[in-house]
């Protein structure tokens, strides 16, 4: 009898260790591993067909490609060492090594178009794990799987954000290039900055500057007055793409031409 309890005894044993092998054949996530955000197939501007977010060690990367994966903006940022470890913590914490492949819509739930296909992927050595949110949206994902995507995606805000100093150097780079201070423009003066807190990457500037002739644009072959014009003009840039560039509160200087308001 002792006997048929000690062989019992054993073979628990024996299962119990198979058990924990078992349980330990999911590599940990590791210190250098490497965190992909890849979103692609969204109605979205050719330009931005894909963009593939990576996350090593030191850096936060940012790449947009259009249809053809030809690169075509690129945004690259530092990553200090307690953002990344809190990145690396939520991915262990939440078990993302023993995620499903495939997360997509349930029995029941409404079926939402448009918003394209999102990859995360942890690659290491030894290991290389993705999931697959199709569509991508957030009714889609259990809990746990939001949580990580929630950081990624503030950490692609991160990637393209732009400080004060940032965006005067490409607002007045664009103003200078562009035609109505390029024809004729001088002593371009920064006049005031404002960042909305509520939207931290929405950035309006506005700037003074002189021109030796009248009008707006490059007016090479117009007849135009030679007469020094002053002018002001307020930009509104969205991370660090001009989207609004007015001039005088009248003249649209990304589109070259009057405001709808002012037109007769």
């Known amino acids: 009898m002792k006997r048929i309890i000690l062989v019992f005894l054993l ?6 260790a198979g058990c924990t092998e078992e349980q330990n054949n999911t590599p940990e996530i590791s210190d ?3 965190i992909t955000l890849l ?4 109605f979205s501007p050719a330009e931005m067909a894909v963009n593939e977010l990576v996350i090593n060690s030191t850096t936060v990367n940012l790449s947009y490609y259009n249809y053809e994966h030809e690169l075509a903006a690129r945004y690259i940022k530092p990553i200090d060492e307690e953002t990344r470890n809190n990145l690396l913590d939520l991915l262990r914490n939440n078990g993302f090594t023993e995620m499903q492949e495939l997360y997509e819509p349930q029995k029941g739930q ?8 999102a990859e995360i992927t942890v690659t290491q050595d030894g290991m290389t794990k993705t999931v697959k949110i199709d569509p991508y949206f957030d ?3 259990p809990a746990n799987l939001q949580e990580i995507n929630d950081a990624l995606t ?10 004060e100093d940032e965006a005067k150097v490409i607002a007045e780079e664009w103003i ?20 909305d807190t509520e939207y931290p990457s929405q950035h309006t500037l506005t700037y003074t500057f002189t021109s030796s002739h009248g009008g707006y644009g490059n007016r090479t072959d117009q007849m135009v007055n030679q007469v020094v014009t002053n002018h002001t003009i307020e930009m509104t840039l969205y991370n660090s793409n001009v989207v609004f560039a007015i001039i005088d509160g ?11 308001s002012v037109k007769v």
Not at 110 to 117: E, Q
Not at 250 to 260: A, G, H, L, S, V
């Open 176 to 195: 200078m290039n562009a035609p109505t201070y390029s024809f004729d423009g001088s002593n371009l003066a920064f006049e005031d900055y404002h960042s």
């Open 139 to 141: 009714d889609y994902m």
């Open 110 to 117: 409404p079926l939402v178009v448009d918003t394209g296909i």
């Open 32 to 34: 250098d591993a490497v």
């Open 250 to 260: 009248i003249w649209d200087e990304r589109e070259q031409n009057m405001m709808e």
């Open 11 to 16: 073979t628990l044993v024996i299962l119990s």
């Open 39 to 42: 979103t692609y197939g969204a």
């Open 154 to 163: 503030d950490l692609r805000s991160y990637a393209m954000s732009i400080s």
